[in-house]
């Protein structure tokens, strides 16, 4: 009998697992909010690791079943990934990119069949070589992928068929290795004043993994809004990211405010691995 605490544990795979895809077998993959409905997770949902040459690690992978009627059977495969500008996950087959760490691993089984609210383990054992290239980030992405009919509105089958497919992320970082993330621009989104878009560049050969806070404050100094920060940008990348502010209704017409920040790089191996501050410039704005 499935306890209580196994479902709590479940619930929390769909709650941070968040690389869910889905989209017919006609078009490439798009994020949905409809993969929550799917009712599968995965745990972890990255994996970050030091390696060096010759290194054998082995990490489990964990998917659980947290629908209560549905039995889901899913296919286990690899392959390379990246982010774009805007940070969107781009997949490719496993081996084609340069950072690619899919021929290092092997995984089992390479299947699996989930009852209701009920988990697997997924063994994923990493070999590597001990002639290697570059050091810096490889990169592989373990998939779980499914195909699964779509409903009408009605409920029932409407004959077009969709692909999901949820991933684990892994990041083997090959030591020595160095992040340098750089805030080139600020600026608010001039359409809705209450976005605010960060242009970031890092020219390190591992990832930044970068969190803080903006704060909006008035002329006294007083915080009158804030949003949290969190954002990952790869090695010799540049992306855009993008932040909300609520409650920007609240401002008062025509005054101006300050927006300060903390940033901060969790992932700086150069500095093993402490937090290492990332300057960002304040910026004004008057409230429309």
Do not use: C
Not at 154 to 180: C, I
């Amino acid at each position: 009998m499935f306890d209580y605490l196994g479902r709590m544990i479940l619930k929390k795979f769909v709650a941070t697992s968040a690389l869910f895809f889905a989209g017919t077998l006609a078009t490439s993959l798009s994020y949905s909010p409809i993969a929550h409905a799917f009712g599968v997770g995965v745990q972890p949902s990255t994996v970050e690791m030091t390696i060096k040459p010759g290194d054998r690690h082995r990490q489990v992978v964990t998917l659980g079943n947290v629908h209560k009627t549905k039995t889901i059977s899913l296919t286990m495969g690899l392959a390379d990934w990246s982010l774009d500008k805007n940070g969107q996950l781009i997949l490719n087959p496993p081996g084609e990119t340069e950072r690619s760490a899919a021929d290092w691993v092997r995984f089992s089984p390479a299947s699996v069949t989930l009852k209701p609210e009920t988990s697997r383990d997924i063994i994923v054992e990493i070999n590597i070589p001990y002639k290697t290239e570059g050091n810096g980030d490889h990169r592989f992405a373990l998939l779980a992928t499914t195909l699964l009919p779509e409903l009408d509105k009605r409920g029932d089958v409407s004959g077009v068929w969709n692909k999901y497919q949820l991933a684990s992320l892994f990041y083997l970082t090959m030591m020595p290795s160095e992040s340098h993330p750089k805030v080139t621009s600020v600026a608010f989104n001039e359409t809705d004043k209450s976005m605010l878009t960060m242009s970031i560049k890092n020219d390190g050969d591992a990832h930044a993994r970068l969190k803080g806070t903006a704060y909006i404050k008035d002329n006294s100094g007083e915080v009158v809004a804030e949003s949290p920060l969190s954002t990952v940008v790869l090695d010799g990348s540049e992306r855009e990211y993008s932040v909300k502010f609520d409650n920007m209704d609240e401002l008062v017409s025509g005054s101006k405010y300050d927006v300060d920040f903390t940033f901060q790089n969790s992932f700086a191996p150069q500095f093993k691995f402490k937090s290492v501050d990332v300057p960002v410039e304040s910026v004004s704005f008057f409230a429309p």
